[in-house]
């Protein structure tokens, strides 16, 4: 009996070592949800909920598409105001609304939308990012967690924060390149559920953009769906543009 307990005393020593670097902190959130495994067997995703910006009563239905390596698009449609769209077929950023018309990302825009449409950048976040520092612990709601300061290889640094208690990362902010400049963007995370054979995934997102809050909350997931043919490539707008 002594033997166990000094072997599970001695594994949490070593877990609390392990989580005193940022690397460790990042490859902690992978094993508390999931594992590399089961995160290997997901090639797509598809995602289906609400959008809504409470101060301005505006609400849409939200539906996402995700796969390998980096492809993702998203469509909301908005009552009064029609369908936005905004994704990559992994060479390609762009996005489409009747108020902005198209547009194509260039630069550092682009960039950050091919890393952000990663399929696996839970787990292959070295091939993303130069390092992962740990930059101590602070209060999240309430509840202390690991803040962990990510350098991409091209782009500006982003700040994400892990829960102490439970590996899941809670909050994340960066600056993001737009055509209107430089936009602070936090985004609070929550609502992990197990889907896809056992990864838990957040369902909620609160994002705070240049002072307007945007919640997002997802109804459904599905993993390795059989998505349309047509799931990432961009409108026939968007296409003139690249001609």
């Not at 992962?132 to 690991?146: F, H, Q, R």
């Not at 350098?151 to 899941?168: I, L």
């Given at each position: ?74 469509s909301t449609n908005i009552a009064g105001v029609g ?161």
């Amino acid at each position: 009996m002594k033997k166990i307990l000094c072997a599970a005393l001695l594994a949490t020593l070593l877990t609390a070592a392990d989580l005193k670097t940022g690397d460790a902190v990042l490859d902690h959130y992978v094993e508390a949800t999931g594992g590399d495994a089961a995160y290997a067997k997901i090639h797509n995703m598809l995602m289906k909920g609400n959008m809504s910006m409470p101060a301005m009563g505006i609400k849409g239905a939200v539906t996402i598409y995700a796969a390998e390596p980096n492809k993702s698009s998203m469509s909301t449609n908005i009552a009064g105001v029609g369908k936005i769209t905004e994704g990559t077929d992994g060479s390609i950023a762009w996005s489409f609304s009747a108020m902005q018309g198209p547009q194509l990302k260039k630069g550092e825009e682009l960039e950050d939308s091919l890393r952000e449409a990663h399929f696996h950048k839970e787990n292959d976040w070295r091939s993303l990012y130069t390092s992962a520092v740990l930059d101590g612990v602070e209060d999240v709601d309430g509840k202390p967690a690991y803040k962990v300061t990510l350098t991409p290889k091209t782009g500006k640094p982003q700040t994400e924060y892990y829960d102490q208690a439970t590996g899941y990362m809670v909050r994340m902010q960066s600056v993001r390149k737009t055509p209107l400049g430089d936009i602070p963007v936090d985004v609070a995370i929550s609502g992990y559920r197990k889907e896809c054979g056992g990864v838990l995934l957040p369902h909620s997102m609160v994002q705070t953009v240049a002072g307007q809050k945007i919640e997002l909350q997802m109804d459904s997931i599905a993993c390795n769906a059989d998505l349309p043919a047509d799931a990432f490539e961009p409108p026939a707008e968007v296409k003139a543009l690249i001609k």
